[in-house]
């Protein structure tokens, strides 16, 4: 987990092909079309809040060095977190690393003195869900400070919110 800024090639190569995934799974259900560009703008342009000591980069890291997987967690006022940007590359899924890096950053979570933790996804990502439901997240209504619906709108009707107390 890197204290600094990650290696911005690596992870940017990581956020693209994050995008590139979620977006074209959005497309497909009649959802807009958001350049992969944009959001990994995004995350640059906000990452020091992804860094401690208001947050966390998660990343997942094969042993030959390929970087396979991320997550980042942000505080936010109220003793609440978000996570954001869970994502495994296609050769790494089925392996537990994108349940690895959700339980890590709720390690991290309670660490900083996070009592609640917030997450936003898009309604076709089923395996995200699904494992937000088993970890004992619950589905709520959206939540003010989600980043996702704040900076982009129009994703709005393509979400789903989800809370979990630590």
């Known amino acids: 987990m890197p204290e600094t800024r990650p290696d911005h090639a690596r992870m940017s190569a990581l956020l693209h092909d994050y995008y590139v995934d979620i977006v074209a799974g959005l497309v497909a259900l009649g959802g807009p079309d958001v350049p992969p560009a944009v959001p990994v703008q995004d995350f640059w342009d906000h990452v020091d809040d992804f860094l401690p000591p208001r947050g966390r980069i998660c990343i997942g890291v ?18 609440r977190g978000e996570l954001k940007r869970l994502f495994v590359r296609p050769e790494a899924r089925g392996t537990g690393l994108g349940r690895a890096l959700v339980e890590r950053r709720l390690d991290e ?10 997450v936003d996804t898009l309604r076709h990502t089923a395996a ?7 970890l004992g997240f619950r589905e709520i209504d959206r939540y003010p400070e989600s980043s996702t619906a704040n900076t982009f709108p129009e994703l709005r009707p393509h979400m789903l919110y989800f809370r979990m107390d630590l």
């Open 62 to 79: 094969a042993p030959d060095g390929r970087w396979l997987g991320c997550g980042t967690l942000s505080a936010l006022p109220g003793a």
């Open 128 to 134: 995200m869900q699904a494992l937000y439901r088993s």
């Open 109 to 118: 979570a309670r660490a900083m003195g996070l009592k609640t933790i917030l």
